[in-house]
C-alpha cells in the first residue's frame, strides 16, 4: 500500500503532498503569485493550482519547468521526499538470495 492522505474521498500520496508543500514554500519565498508562477512555468492555471495543492503527479518535463521556474535544481524540490513515501510498503529493496 503506497502511504497516501484522504482528502474529500480523493487519496493523494505523501509524495505528492510533499512535493506541493516544497513547491508552495518556494514560491511564496519569491514572492511570486501562483498566476505569474504557472507563467513563468509555462504551466495553465488551473492546473498548477493542482499541482501545488497535490492532486496531481508531475512528469519530469513539468518538474523541470517548475524548478527553472523557481531558480533551483529539480533535487531541491524532490528533496523531502523519501523512498516510502512513494513505494507500496511490501517492497523489499534487498537482493534475494540466489538458491543453489
Known amino acids: 500500500m503506497i502511504a497516501s492522505i484522504s482528502l474529500n ?13 516544497t513547491i ?9 503569485s501562483q498566476e505569474r508562477f504557472a507563467q513563468l512555468a509555462n504551466v495553465e492555471r488551473a492546473r498548477y ?19 527553472a521556474g523557481l531558480g533551483v535544481k529539480p533535487s531541491e524540490i524532490l ?3 523519501e ?3 512513494c513505494q507500496p510498503d511490501s517492497v523489499d529493496l534487498e537482493p534475494e538470495a540466489s538458491q543453489t
Do not use: H, P
Open 9 to 21: 474521498g480523493q487519496v493523494y500520496s505523501t509524495a505528492q503532498k510533499k512535493l506541493a508543500a
Open 24 to 32: 508552495r514554500s518556494l514560491r511564496e519565498a519569491k514572492g511570486i
Open 49 to 67: 493550482g493542482r499541482i501545488e495543492r497535490g492532486e496531481l503527479n508531475i512528469s519530469l518535463n513539468v518538474l523541470f519547468a517548475l524548478a
Open 79 to 81: 528533496g523531502e521526499i
Open 83 to 85: 523512498l516510502k513515501d
